[in-house]
Every structure is written in C-alpha cells, then in structure tokens.
RNA sequence: GCGAGGGUAGCCAAGCCCGGUCAAAGGCGACAGACUCAAGAUCUGUUCCCGCAGGGGUCCCCCGGUUCAAAUCCGGGCCCUCGCACCA
C-alpha cells in the first residue's frame, strides 16, 4: 500500500484548525493542564532535532486533552540578544555559507534582499516556526496566543517583572568586568562566534597583581594565577626588548608593559602613563618581593610577552617549568650575563627553594617533569603541558610545606585563597583580568576586558530566595530523576546573574536605566505568565502603551482595584477581569519543557523568578528535560547547518512516522543519532498498521470464540498499563505497547480463530484513539474509515482496569500461550515430527499447594509447612513421593515469580477445560492430534512418565 | 576550572533508583519457513554456546567487595558524551 501522508495530514490539519480545538478555553470546575517547551531563539532555520521536544510536547498535550482536561499549550519565541542582528549582518555583507543557506531552505532572493534587517528577520523566522514547523506538525497550540520578546507588550511585562524583582530587593548593582569591543560595546565569546571573528574558546582569566618594591620607590608588578608560590620566589623576569611604562595607580607609580597598561586603564580609575623605562636598564638590579619582602634580582627573559598579563613576570623555578628552564638556559647564556651584568653566583643563588608538598612528587616538581618529559629549551613545546600538569596536581593535592610560614601545612587550594585575600587587604597586590587568548571583534579590533563599575545583577544567591525554591523543587514533578536530585544543587549554587547590559542588542529597557537592554535569560524566565496575557494583546483588546504596573499587579498578583484599573488603562473591566479569571484557571504551569542545555541556566532561574514573583499557589509544577537528535557524526549545529529542512524531512518521510521516531527511537533522557533508516522504518511501521486496521475493519464473519473475552480484556489491562506510563511522562513505553505489543495482541486474535466483528470493531474503537496523541493525521484516518466521526483526538480514553475477570482471562491465554511455546521448543530440540501431542494439567493437590505458597508469601512461603499440610491430605504413595521436591521447585517459582505470573497463578481458573477448549486450535497449529488429560487421570496416555512435570500454569507434555 | 550523564547481545535501545520476574523488552538487520509463477509486502519462527524433552553453561566495559542471590548496590580503574563561565 502506497500512503500519501501528505496529502492526510494537510488534510487533517485543516479540519483541527478549521475546527479551533486547538483553542484554548477555561471551563470552570474542569481540571486544565497548561505545558509549554521552552520557545526558541530566533537565530535561523530550525533542523530536525529541534522538533523532538516540541513534539514530545504535543503529544503529551492531546494525551491530556484526551483525558478529561482542558489544556493550555501556547508558544512564542524568544528574539532578544544579538542572535537576529548578527544574522541580519551575515545577510548584508553576503556572507555565503548564510545566503547558501537561505536557498537551500527555499528562501527566495527577495526575502533575502529583506533579511538584512534585524526586525524583518525575526518577523520572517517567526512566520517559519510557526507555520514551516509547528502548525505543519500539527501541533495543537493556541496560535492566538502567540508571543515574542521583542513585541512592546511583552516588553511592558518584562519592565513589570524587573519592577517586582527591585521592589523584592533582588536588584543588585556592583562591578563587573565583561569582554568589550571599544568601539562596539560588549561582546559575547562562544565557541559559534556569534560577535567575534577570533577567540571563540578565550577564557577570562583572573590573574593576582604582585607588587614588588624597586629601589627607587616604583613598583614592579607581575601578574600571577599562583600568588601561593611567592615563598619559592627566586627572581624576577624582565624583556629586555621591551618598552615598559610608568604608570601612576592610587598614587602608587607602576611598572608594567604598554599594552597592560592600556588595559589597566580599562579596569582601573584614574591609571596615567606618567613616563617609560626600557627592561635592559633594570636587569640585575634587585626588588622586594611582596608579603615575604625577600629581595630577588631581576633577570632577562625573552618570553615575558608585552601582551600577556603585566608583561612582568615572577619566578618560582620550583613550581614552574618555564621559570626553572629559563634558569638553565640563561646559565648557559654567557654573552647575556655579561651584558646585564649577571653573575654566575647570582644564578646560584636563585636556585629553586621547595615549597609544596605533592603526593607522587619531589619536592620541586618543575625540575622534575621537566627532565622526565626531556624539556631542555623554552621553545620545547611541551613546557605548555609540563605547566598545566604541575600546577594541577600541586593545586588540587599539594600541601605547603615549612618554609611557608604560617601556611605551613595549609592544603594550597586554601592557602592560595587566605594568601589572596591578605596581600589584597594590606595593599600588597590587586586584581587584573585578561582574556586567555587573543579575541578580535567583528569589526577586527582587539577585545579587551572593560570594568563596567554599575552593573545590576539579578541576586539568585539571596539566601531566602533559594531555600524557598529548593523546597518548592521537592515537590515538583522534575524529570528524569537526576535531574530532581541535580536542581538541587544547581540552586544552592546559583550565584548573582548579571541581568542588563550595554550594546546593540534587541529586548527590552531597563526601566530603572534606559541605557541598558534586559538581557536574554533574565527576560524569558516568568514568561509563561504572559501566554495568558498576550491573546488579549494580539487582539487589540489591551494596548501595550497602557500596560501598566497596576494592570499586571491586578490580573497577576491579585492586588488592587479592577475600576480602578480600567479606568486607567482605558480597558474594558470585562476584558480585565476575563485575563485575571484565565490566569487564575490556567496558572500554575503544569510542565516546562526544555533541552539539557536549560538544566543550569534556564530552568533554575525560571523556577527562581516565579517563586520571587509570583504567589505560592502559582508556583510551576514540572519540569521536563529532553536530550538531542544529534547527526550521525555529532551534534547537529543551527549555525554550521548540515541537517535537512524540517519541511523537506516532512515531506521525505511523512509527519507522523517523524513524530513516531521522536517518541519511541530512545527515552527522552539520552541522546540519539538522527538516522534516515530509522524514519522509515517508523514509516513503514504505520503503513503497516494502516493496512492491519484495513484488513480488521474488513472482517464481516461473527461467530464468538474463545478469546473474544480475551482480547476485550487485554484492551482493558493495556489501557491501564498506558495511563501509568503517562503518570511518569514515560511516552516511549506507551508507544511501544500501543503500536508494536497492541498489534501483536490482535495478531494473535486472529490466529487463535478469533473472528467476531462487533468484537474486533471495539477493539479498534479503543486501540485507535490511543494513537491519536503520537500519529494525529493518521489516527483521524484511521478513524474516519471505520466510519467514526471526527475527531478522534477529542475522544475521551478509557481508563481501563486489571479487575479479576481482567486477570483471569489474561491468566487463560497465557497458559495456551506458554503451552505453544514449551512444545515448540521440546520439538525443536527432539526434531520430531508429533503424530500425537498429550497435553496433562496438573492433579489438584498441586493447585492446592500453589495456593497456599501464593497466600502465605510475605517473603518465603515456608517449605515443612507446604509439604506437612499436602502429607495429611495425600492419596496416593506416588504422590506423597512428589510431594516434597514438587515443594521446594514451588517455593523457588514462588519466590521469582512477577507480578503478572502471579497474578496469574492466583486466577481461578480450570486449567483442564480451557485446554479441552484449546485443542482444535492446538490441532492445526501443529497438524495433528491432540488430547488432553489430567495429570491425575487414570485413562491418561503417558508411555513416559511426563505427567510429573505438570505445575499449574505449566502443563505436562508428552510427543510421539 | 565547576558540574552532569553514560559504557547492555550484529546495530539502535529498555532495564539499573526499588537486587531474585534477566539469556536480559521493543525495534532494525540477518537467517529459516508459510503465502506467491517469482520478487516485494505480510505472517510465523530462530538469531551467545551446548542440548534428540520443555534443560544446562557463560554473559550486561575491567578489577575487587557486599549478599543465599548483582546488569542492578558499594569501592577502584579505563573510556566516551554533555552543560556552565553575559550565544540562547
């Protein structure tokens, strides 16, 4: 059968929307679930991957709406930041991987002529989100409702949300140090290089500044990571080719290179180049070592970089390689002891001192690793490695040893810290930050780290604040598992967040101080709020100029006057009071959905801002975490592209069968590779089973049969199982039971010899709205051509039940089932070809025995016991034989018994009339004659003896 | 640096929290049989090793431990992946 999935789900989708039960209405008094995916940056074309937790979304979404909710399923997307703007400028100047691009997902010349502007970007995108992807998929969101974050109402929420948050004290302002273009502002260093042309991987280091005291009152200053290791200081190291300058700091005079200077002048106040000194005219002179106040001579290095930290370097050729290699390499130097006057018994002299005790090391590591790796040159390329591995190790095990003074014994991780603080208190250093590598900004000039001395910050370390969303947390469904665990932690150590900044961005002003641009997290945290808000917005009904603090207070907060309120929006106090009404049904958010990316960013600030926010009751209740569709050969990037158009992949392999791959390929929790191979096989799985209902629906015989109860009872378990499955979000079991272990039940069905019309139409009656949440388009086929009316998803599922007579005919078929399979086997391994098959239920005593292990199971049934109570009441001598090993083969059964077999065992059943039953069935399936006894009859055909080997459940079998 | 997750049969992937139901679900692939003129589709069966009676052996990255019992718990090791540090 050849399918036009298309051509279904065009169909279909239509009608929904046509329909509007996508629309979201509150009826009171009946319950409502409200779930949203975290929406995402307009930043370009969306790939494959993307869609799966939106689709997971969507198909949790129609699930409850299929059992008794009303459900809230908005989406909007989230402009704010640089993403669209550095797309509108990648447009602009031609850029041609973007342009290529563009084509490849179809964009015409014209709109690309258009996309060199920020606001057309985001509208474009926005367009393609929602009717390229969402509506295509069929999702069932609330279009009206509709939001981005560049829309001037969403913005007047933000200023109201920044509001609330100063009036709770959570706005804090100190200084900050960012990375800078001078002439661009700030800029942000990923490794995708959105700003930047260069430095994508650079770190913001910070380093200590040392400052050593020159004879002539100057300071030199070195900058340091490793301020602990001043005890081990040797000597200072100075380039003699370079050009140092005097710099007045707080009225002290500094001596660093030019381009620390500059920077200097960045992070500092009032920093003034007051004069120059070349380094050779410092060589051999002495300083004084800060916090230890040892004089050290200063030596020539050719590897103290002008562009990196102070350009000043100090030595501790115990601890660092290039210090100690340095040493040796200028030993060897004659020609530059002469002329800068250094003699042999100076470098003596600083020969290195230990200071740190290192499990597995001597007690100068640098010396160590250097002749271990074979470093004998400062151009060895190793020296980089040597470094990172002693300072490591050092770092995280070392101990300061004896000649640290009141250090001694200090782990270094503590002492680096205490060590820190006090040479900073007592003036003798300060702070300096620097970029790890070179970053150039778009526009290719250097980028440097700027103090920006006002910075406000969002203060999710208040201690209150935390407490209270940690114990909010706990009573969340967060899922998976780890992740309830992990949130935890996450919040215990958010710290403050800077929340505006400075730059060309898109988003909304900080109402406090129209310079700054709300940053991107801190405005799409309580955002979920707005969905209830923003129909109104859409529909002109509210303005966003009058949107004001009272308006939010009242509709969000409950507080004030709605009169008052319309009296000074102008709005009417219907609508007013309808938004505050909707918010109050709809809220709180039931489920956020987002990938892993949000486990430490978005969604603890999420969690955070409502809980600063918003009243208690309003507090979200879930939060879903879903992993990546990755490429086969990694992840599959936005920006570097690679993966095929969604609408491309729609049509190639059909909606629904992508929507079944998202829901079944692998748990929601680990990532898996998007395979093409993959899709299709789902594709043709619901081909499949478009030609199963097919051929069911066809059946016009209706003779009963043994197993109508069976397959109307399965149903009913199944469907139980199903909403348990959903308890937990688990959508893969459910997928796996409705469309593999589902058909497998009505393939056995028919080849039982079930073939009862009305039977098999109910069955589908309940199987195919089951469908519904995962494959929409074709379960409303499906539907519709067993001559139901639309809309199978508005069914409303049954519940199911595991009731007794539910067991008991589960309990039936498994033992048929179980019987079918002993015998294969045993013919399988005799390879005989059965002339006669004897089937032998077990004699009653067994039953008997069974029953009472079952009812005495809190832990073990009690062996002596079972075989004293089946003593008294024995018949027979043989019988009094079996009965011990029959007892102890019981208890072991018992023991490892599932809760289904168990189940099972207990039901009432008469083991010997359903196989009576069974026997035609037994006949053709295996082409001859069958009989079936009691183990306990007399007139039983046994040559053998097999008869022994009956348990209930599991019959005897015997083959000729 | 700070933090998280993971390594299961030819492949993908459940199971692990709550030890016995586990030779380990399901899918894909492969093989065999049925149907068919044939192929495809579909259905049935097999797919770690051994076995002419429904059984036995070995197994869930490696090593060790706890336990009557470990894929599952604990300790150590090797390897992989990912998040964060004003991209969102």
Redesign the pocket.
Known sequence: ?NIDFTAIEEKWRKAWYDAKINESVPIQGKKKFFMIFAY??V?GYLHVGHMRGYTFSDAVVRYKMMTGHQVLFPVGT?A????AISFAKRVERRDVATIEMLRANGCDEETIAKLSDPAEVVRFFNQVYINDYWKRFGFLSDWRRFTCTIYPDYSKFIEWQMRKLMVEGLLIQRP????ACLEHG?????P?E??ISKGGNA??LEYLLLKFDFEDGRKLVAATLRPETVFGLTNFWLNPDVEYVDVRVDGEIWVVSRPAAEKLKLQKDKVEVIGSAHGASLMARRCKAPFTGKMIPIFPSTLCDPNVGSGLVMSVPSDAPVDWIGLVELKKDKAAGDRYGITDQMIEDAHPIPIIDTPGWGPLPAVEISERMGITSLSDPKLDDATKEVY?TGF?TGVMNKSCGEYAGRPVEQAKEAMREEMLASGQADVFHDLSEEVLCRCGAKVFIKK?PD?WFIDYANPALTERSREHALTMKILP???Y??IQ??LE?YRER?CV?LGN?LGTRFPFDQRWIV???AD?TLYPVYYVVSMYANTGQIKAEKMDEEFFDYVLLGKGDGSSVAKNTGFSRDVIESIRKEFEYWYPLDINLGG???????FPVFLMNHVAVLRPQHWPRGILVNWYITATG??ISKSKGGAQPIPDAAERFGVDAMRLFYAH???L?????WED??VE?YR??L??LC??VDELKSVTTTESSEVDAWLTARLESRLFGLHKYMEEFDL??YV?DVY??T??DL??YV?RGGKNKSVLMAALEKWIPLMAPVTPHVAEEMWESIGKKPFVSQIQLASGSLSDKVVMEEAKERLVSR?L??I???L?????KPSRIVVMTSPSWKYEMTADALAATKGRPDISALIKKAMVSAKTPQEKKEIPAYAKDLVMNV???????RRGLAAPIDELEVLKKTVPFLQSEFGCEVLVFSASDPGRIDP?G?AG??RPG???????
Do not use: C
Not at 596 to 602: F, I, N, R, W
Not at 669 to 673: E, G, K, L, S, T
């Open positions: 059968m995402p940056g930043t989230h704010t930041g640089n993403g900050y140090f960012a990375a700030p800029v942000a260093i990923d995708s959105t700003d770190e913001v490591k995280h920006i910075q598992r780890e992740y665990d992990n932690n996450v150590w800077a900044r961005w940053e991107a997290i799409s892993k990316e949000h486990m430490t960013v978005h990694g992840k390929v692998a748990s929790y680990v990532d898996v590779a191979e993959k096989g043709d799985r081909e499949k030609v199963t893969r079991s796996n593999f272990e058909p497998q393939r056995w080849r019987l399979e002993d294969s086997e045993i399988k391994v005799t390879r005989i023991t490892k018994a599932s809760p289904e077999d053998k097999k080997f009956a599991r019959p005897a079998v015997y083959l000729e």
